[in-house]
């Protein structure tokens, strides 16, 4: 190839995104299966095309007889997904705060029809200040949750003692996978709770804090036309957010 067809060729590759950081994992057996579960609820099938499970849990190295949490399981969405990614001889932890059942009883029932549907699947509800992972973790997962953490109602210090309790569950080389909703860039924590959004430069110095690397940036579920500046429930922009999604690891 001559110097000049060379540098076409990476003028192209460039222009297509060729060489940019991998950032879409391939999703494996185990989660293809798990996203093909008839057990699944069609609201939630419904979400995948706008959600990607496949690919973010594939990004947290989610495989056959793991050791993981869903911190803050919403409506079971995930949960429903890793029960059979890790299958029977895996474990999943389903963390549902106190602080959200108190604030809407739905979100107790959630923790028990999920975990009443799924063996390997263990409820937790204690409050955020209370809350004991269980040790030799192989993942975490929170999403769409973890600006939550700064809500005014919550002690100042809640995100540090919960990154401090994921740091210490984990299993050295074990996985903190955050994906949840961009607030401006500079914004730092002004946004949780009025948008109910974070600044993911706040995330990454917080959590790198509680002593973790960032093993891996995602722009899946990136979205450029989001001002940033409106609440996610706003019906103009709820479920096209601007997301980020990162990937931590215990040294």
């Known amino acids: 190839m001559t110097s000049r067809s060379m540098f076409s ?3 192209v590759a460039f222009a297509l995104g060729a060489f940019a950081a991998p950032s879409v994992a391939q999703v494996p057996a185990n989660l293809t299966a798990a996203l093909a579960d008839p057990a699944r609820p069609a609201t939630d099938t419904a979400r995948d095309a706008a959600r990607h499970p496949g690919e973010i849990l594939a990004l947290a190295n989610i495989k056959p ?3 993981v949490v869903d911190l803050i399981i919403g409506g079971g969405y995930l949960t429903r ?3 059979p990614a890790v299958g ?5 932890y389903a963390y549902q705060p106190a602080e959200f059942i108190k604030f809407k009883a739905q979100y107790g029932e959630d923790l028990k029809t999920v975990a009443a549907a799924y063996k390997n699947v263990t409820p937790l509800d ?3 200040g209370a809350l004991d992972l269980p040790d030799g973790l192989d ?7 973890y600006h939550d953490l ?3 109602a919550f002690p100042t210090d809640t995100a540090a003692k919960v990154d401090a309790e994921v740091f210490k569950s984990l299993k050295p080389g074990g996985v903190f996978l955050i994906v949840d909703h961009a607030a401006a860039a500079g914004s730092g924590l002004a946004a949780p709770d009025t948008l109910h959004r974070i600044d993911i430069a706040a995330v990454k110095a917080e959590v790198e804090a509680a002593g973790f690397k960032l093993a891996a940036e995602s722009p899946l579920l990136r979205n450029p036309a989001d001002p940033h500046t409106a609440s996610v429930f706003d019906p103009a922009i709820r479920g096209k957010t601007d997301q980020f999604i990162l990937k931590f690891v215990k040294p």
């Open 65 to 67: 007889g793991g050791k």
């Open 150 to 152: 700064h809500l005014k």
């Open 9 to 11: 060729a990476l003028t």
């Open 88 to 92: 029977p001889t895996g474990a999943v």
């Open 81 to 83: 997904i890793l029960s």
């Open 139 to 145: 993942a975490v997962i929170t999403v769409q949750n």
């Open 126 to 128: 204690a409050s955020f």
